[in-house]
């Protein structure tokens, strides 16, 4: 029964950077492990950061490794994803998933129980 709201999305030139946010309701937001989506037009969704439950580990998608980075304060109920150096191939609907159950590092191939609506981040040339 956890609610996601994401926000922070935005138009914004190659080579900047954005922080996205994603605001959790609901009970124990530390056990559950977050991760980040994201879906481009005529594509597929696909996987591009998660974070365990209590911050210790970090995944990325390799089209994102070393650019992004992905972060959480529990004691806000809050996960981040800063995105710097964006070009325009990160051009998608992003969106924030929660997942009680399964580990953060399942999450690229195992789809996560709770989503956010998502925030379009537009990167132009």
């Known amino acids: 029964q956890v609610q996601l709201v994401e926000s922070g999305g935005g138009l914004v030139q190659a080579g900047d950077s954005l922080r996205l946010s994603c605001a959790a309701s609901?009970?124990?937001?530390?056990?559950?492990?977050m991760g980040w989506f994201r879906q481009a037009p005529g594509k597929e969704r696909e996987f591009v950061a998660a974070?365990?439950?209590?911050?210790?580990?970090?995944y990325y998608s390799d089209s994102v490794k070393g650019r992004f980075t992905i972060s959480r304060d529990n004691a806000k109920n809050t996960v981040y994803l800063q995105m710097n150096s964006l070009k325009p191939e990160d051009t998608a609907v992003y969106y924030c998933?929660?997942?009680?159950?399964?580990?953060?590092?399942?999450?690229?191939?195992?789809?996560?129980?709770?989503w956010g609506q998502g925030t379009q981040v537009t990167v132009s040339s």
């Open positions: 998933a929660a997942d009680p159950a399964i580990p953060a590092h399942t999450m690229s191939f195992t789809r996560p129980a709770y």
């Open positions: 974070i365990s439950r209590l911050a210790s580990t970090t």
């Open positions: 609901g009970r124990t937001f530390s056990n559950y492990a």
